[in-house]
């Protein structure tokens, strides 16, 4: 049999006539940013107007969750089925029926046992990436924001200008419903303006003052026009404040006044008259 003659050498070293030339080292006295290594600065720019947005792939992770999904279905069906025959395996092999038992199943099973360890194995991994897929998207779509239309406009045209990378490799900023900025989280609903907050908390005693004061207002009457005046400052706080006001319809307004009000007259008629008594007496 005859072998190929060798590939000449020179000095010892075999040639290599195929191998492309060694490049010369970069000329370390400039430095040229480009390609995705530009575009990658640019995102790291906290000062920059282009915010890095990504797209969180929802179809595909949806596909992948759907597809997993039912992978641990149909093993879920089949690990009942092992069990359904080793239950009856071990039932007719026995009058009495013995607790089950791992390690004996592990030491004296039979093929239907050893089937079901493996099958817990699979179940196991299985288990695992569906969990880990299901964690990882749960926490990509929480607490996250939609880039504005403003912000996509601003990327792109700053990808026209540049050119960083490849116009086919920018189409993801055509999917605008699929993106997320990864430094900015979810905007939390506005606080509650502070005098709403004094109004949500002054209202309540104000609205106990009446009582406080029967005790020192000799007379029916001048019980019944405190509680009409405290009715009245009560009703324009509620009508002029925006977060108070949006928590009932206006007639339900109307009703729960009117029986506020008609509760302290009924308060007032109760407590005794002591500063009229008084004044009587003398």
Not at 147 to 168: A, G
């Amino acid at each position: 049999m005859a072998y190929p003659p060798p590939p000449q050498t020179t000095n010892g070293h075999i040639a290599h006539p195929d191998r492309p030339p060694v490049p010369d080292p970069p000329n370390s006295s400039q430095v040229t940013i480009a390609g995705y290594e530009m575009l990658a600065r640019e995102l790291s720019n906290n000062s920059s107007s282009v915010k890095p947005m990504y797209r969180k792939f929802s179809y595909l992770n949806h596909r992948i969750l759907l597809h997993l999904q039912d992978e641990l279905q149909e093993l879920e069906e089949r690990l009942r089925t092992v069990d359904e025959i080793v239950a009856q395996l071990d039932h007719s092999s026995s009058e009495q029926t013995t607790p089950a038992s791992r390690r004996g199943d592990a030491a004296f099973g039979g093929d239907w046992h050893h089937q079901r360890t493996l099958l817990l194995g699979r179940i196991f991994q299985k288990t695992e990436q569906y969990n880990r897929a299901l964690k990882s998207f749960q926490e990509l779509s929480a607490d996250r924001t939609s880039p504005e239309p403003e912000q996509i406009e601003t990327y792109r045209e700053w990808l026209k200008l540049k050119t960083p990378i490849h116009e086919v490799e920018t189409k993801f900023l055509d999917h605008g419903d699929d993106l997320l900025l990864p430094n900015a989280s979810r905007p939390s609903p506005p606080p509650q303006n502070r005098d709403q907050m004094i109004m949500f908390t002054c209202l309540p005693v104000g609205l106990m003052l009446p009582v406080l004061l029967f005790s020192v207002i000799p007379t029916l009457a001048g019980r019944f026009l405190v509680t009409f005046l405290i009715s009245v400052a009560a009703g324009f706080v509620t009508a002029t404040t925006t977060g108070i006001r949006e928590l009932l319809l206006v007639n339900e307004w109307v009703v729960y006044g009117s029986a506020y009000f008609l509760i302290m007259a009924a308060v007032a008629g109760v407590i005794p008259q002591y500063g009229g008594n008084a004044v009587m007496s003398s």
